[in-house]
């Protein structure tokens, strides 16, 4: 099979958008995309290879015009969800309808038509490590922190701790994936995300959106700002970061070889780009100091919150998440290439041109 006919829900957003823009790059794909935003893609509206409806997908008006697309289609990418951590606990009712009801609803017109489903699931389905369980743990045996698609447990805390709402979801929707696949022969693809990082992430509260964003966008806030660094309880979580273009090259090559892809989970991340949330946070600041030309930045104030007064009751933290990517290597041919400074500084770069830049200028 060759594609050429995409569905892509979420089309607008961060991932979204950096497929949209390399599929109609590439020039030899037809796709039609949901989102409730078009701020990201305003620059494709008007592509005759992008049909665009700015609205719900799964409401009942446009129930007709997805299920017309979907039998139309090669390929649906499912990649809207509510995936923001600071939402988890607070509208765990939302964060559950998006990333499982919807799936549902999605696969059931897609086992309809037999139709090959991508679906953005997260890393967050593995929780926390096995490692962190353990009393005097210090993540000095991988098989406790490493984390495979196909065998390493997914650990998740308890109901009450409503972070887990997200992971939960995306959990449930793997397995009614996978059930398609088995019971009705629908073929799959999903992939668990690390960290994604790069221009248009999330939005820049009381500029882009309100709210509270992820890590990214809360730094460079705090440094357009001019308010301090907030490390949640005391920033010792740690991260793997992978670059946008990165994660695109991966569902592109999905796309490009769908017989390595169908029937598979993959982590997309890198782990050669670790670093704990307080690292990241210095790094951030001083790619600030650089960009922006000035070196005050190299000291912007960093201070320590609690979990709770951050987020709120019933937040948890995942402590780290080490990718094992030797599946998409094998697989697909793929993994990362870029390292942890391009990634930051890129992203730092964009944020300051975009945002910063003109605050400078007016002070
Ligand atoms: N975090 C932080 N300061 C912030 C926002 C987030 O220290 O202003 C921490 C958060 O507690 C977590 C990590 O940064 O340990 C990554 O947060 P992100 O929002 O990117 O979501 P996650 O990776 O947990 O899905």
Redesign the pocket.
């Known amino acids: 099979m060759k594609v050429k006919n995409i569905v892509l829900l979420g089309c607008g957003g961060f991932i979204g958008s950096h497929l949209l823009d390399r599929l109609l790059a590439d020039g030899g794909y037809n796709v039609v995309g949901w989102d409730f935003s078009a701020d990201k893609i305003a620059g494709h509206l008007d592509n005759p290879k992008f049909r665009f409806y700015q609205s719900d997908a799964f409401s009942e008006g446009t129930a007709a015009d997805l299920d017309n697309a979907v039998k139309h289609s090669d390929v649906v990418i499912s990649l809207a969800a509510i995936?923001?951590?600071?939402r988890y606990n607070t509208e765990a009712i939302a964060t559950i309808n998006s990333n499982f009801t919807e799936v549902q609803k999605l696969a059931e017109v897609c086992a309809k038509y037999k139709t090959w489903m991508i679906h953005a699931s997260t890393c967050?389905v593995y929780g926390r490590t096995m490692a962190s369980y353990l009393p005097d743990n210090s993540y000095d045996n991988p098989a406790l922190y490493e984390q495979i698609e196909d065998e390493t447990p997914l650990i998740m805390g308890p109901i009450q701790n409503q972070r887990w709402s997200y992971a939960c979801a995306k959990q449930l929707s793997e397995r009614l994936l996978h059930a398609y696949h088995v019971e009705q022969h629908m073929p799959i693809t999903m992939f668990r995300p690390y960290?994604f990082f790069g221009p248009r992430m999330d939005f820049i509260p009381g500029r882009t959106g309100d709210g509270?964003?992820?890590?990214?966008a809360?730094?460079v806030t705090?440094l357009l700002d001019g308010t301090p660094?907030?490390?949640?309880?005391g920033?010792h979580?740690r991260?793997a970061l992978l670059y946008i273009d990165d994660a695109v090259d991966a569902l592109e090559r999905m796309l490009q070889m769908p017989q390595a892809a169908q029937n598979q989970t993959f982590n997309l991340g890198a782990r050669q780009n670790e670093i704990s949330?307080r690292d990241l946070?210095v790094m951030m600041r001083n790619a600030y100091a650089d960009v922006s030309g000035n070196p005050a930045y190299r000291s912007h104030p960093i201070i320590e919150v609690s979990?709770l007064d951050?987020?709120g009751k019933g937040y948890e933290?995942?402590d780290r998440?080490v990718p094992n990517v030797a599946k998409a290597r094998r697989l697909l041919g793929w993994e990362a290439k870029y390292g942890l400074e391009e990634t930051i500084n890129y992203t730092v770069r964009y944020f300051y041109d975009e945002f910063g830049r003109e605050s400078a200028a007016a002070e």
């Open positions: 995936c923001n951590p600071s967050e960290n509270v964003p992820r890590v990214l809360c730094f705090a660094m907030k490390l949640v309880d920033g979580a991260r949330i946070a979990g951050f987020y933290d995942c998440r």
